[in-house]
Structure formats: structure tokens, C-alpha cells
């Protein structure tokens, strides 16, 4: 198994540009989510999905969308970017009914300028 | 709102030393708790896991307890060696079903000297 992949590794956007942070992860994990982590304030959720077509808000969804249209795919849309979302992004799946542990993914380091 | 500390922020320690990390937590009706490391520009990956009715789990030089009903968790490592430096996350689990509410402390840094 792969695992958890995420692309790309990072990324450079200019204020107002819309990009999409791409999460796929072959466990067949019904639980999907996705973080993002700064410095000095750990990793804060911004979305998750409870399965295929199901999406809710995490503590920061702000300027995020995220749609699930399959069990493997939970990509993460930036509108428009802002300085403010300059983060290192995380994806994860999780394992529900069984161990219930969490995977991540190596993350997405974005700059906004 | 739950709330995650982990004290201290950073731990440098000989190698072949064991060692004990710390982690506190606000509310206490949590589902499980989980620890984590992550090296440096890496993603993060699971140690163990320990469900709310478990008061301890243990994986090799690793073993994390919980205390519930005092908001704490340890995560102690035995025998520490050079590649067990890393930052130490822990990440308590709300009980609200279907919420995926995992809440992450900052961490500790730990370095292990030769």
C-alpha cells in the first residue's frame, strides 16, 4: 500500500491565485481530513469527510473547500489565496472499526506571497 | 474546547537514557488518544494508540500510559537512541461520533546525544 500521497510537495502562489491540494489514499478509509500546521499552534483541522459525498467543517475552514466524490480522493481547493494561508498542509485517513489510527500524508508546504 | 499541553517544548537527553513525555488535557471525555512523531519536514506517524477504557499500550522501547480522569497521558521511551529524535505529538479524540476531532498539543522536540 502507498498509503497516504499527497501533491504536490510544495508550492508557491501569488495572492488571488486558486490552486487545489490533491490527497489519495488506497486503505479504502472512510475517514478523511485535512490539517494544516504552523508554527507554535500545532495542527489545526480545517475539513473532513465521514465517506464518499459527506464533508463537514473542521476548527479553520476559512477560504478552504473540499469535495469527496470517492472513498481514495479528498481534495483541498484554495479559492483564493491569501498570505494568511502560508502552512504546511496535511491529509489524513483513518481507520474506523478497527485500530482507528490516524495516517498522514508528507504534507504540502504552500507559500503565499 | 479541548486543549492540549505538552511540557516541555523541548528535551535534549545522553543516549541509552530512558525518558518520559508529557501531555495534559482539558476535557476528559475522550474517545482515545494517540501518539505521534514527526521528523523534520516529514508528515506524522503513528506510535500507538490507547482507547479511553485502556490505562496503557506498549510498542518495543515505547510505552504510552493514560489517566483519564486527570487529563494525562505519558509517552515513555526506553533505552533512547539517536534515532529516536523527533518532535512528539500527542492527539486526544473527542467522543462525539462521526466528528473527526483529533486536537494536537505543539509537541515536544526531543534530541538524543551520542
Known amino acids: 500500500n502507498a498509503g497516504v500521497t499527497q501533491t504536490p510537495k510544495f508550492q508557491v502562489l501569488k495572492t488571488g491565485q486558486s490552486m487545489t491540494l490533491q490527497c489519495a489514499q488506497d486503505?479504502?478509509?472512510?475517514?478523511m481530513s485535512w490539517y494544516r500546521q504552523d508554527p507554535g499552534m500545532g495542527l489545526r483541522l480545517i475539513h473532513y469527510s465521514v465517506g464518499a459525498g459527506i464533508t463537514d467543517q473542521g476548527e479553520v475552514p476559512n477560504g478552504y473547500n473540499v469535495s469527496r466524490s470517492t472513498t481514495e480522493d479528498f481534495p483541498l481547493r484554495l479559492l483564493s489565496a491569501a498570505p494568511s494561508q502560508t502552512s504546511v498542509y496535511f491529509c489524513?485517513?483513518?481507520?474506523?472499526?478497527?485500530?482507528?489510527?490516524?495516517?498522514f500524508g508528507p504534507g504540502t508546504r504552500l507559500t503565499v506571497l | 474546547k479541548q486543549e492540549v499541553t505538552q511540557i516541555p517544548a523541548a528535551l535534549s537527553v545522553p543516549e541509552g537514557e530512558n525518558l518520559v513525555l508529557n501531555c495534559s488535557f482539558t476535557d476528559s471525555a475522550i474517545y482515545n488518544l494517540q501518539w505521534f512523531r514527526q521528523d523534520p519536514g516529514k508528515g506524522l506517524t503513528s506510535l500507538l494508540l490507547i482507547q479511553s477504557s485502556q490505562r496503557e499500550q506498549t510498542s518495543g522501547r515505547l510505552n504510552a500510559s493514560l489517566d483519564k480522569s486527570s487529563g494525562r497521558s505519558t509517552l515513555y521511551i526506553a533505552a533512547s537512541q539517536p534515532g529516536d529524535s523527533a518532535t512528539y505529538l500527542c492527539?486526544?479524540?473527542?467522543?462525539?461520533?462521526?466528528?473527526?476531532?483529533?486536537?494536537f498539543g505543539t509537541g515536544t522536540r526531543l534530541t538524543i546525544i551520542p
Open positions: 489524513a485517513s483513518r481507520d474506523v472499526g478497527n485500530t482507528d489510527t490516524q495516517y
Open positions: 492527539a486526544p479524540r473527542s467522543n462525539n461520533f462521526g466528528n473527526e476531532k483529533l486536537t
Open positions: 486503505m479504502n478509509h472512510e475517514y
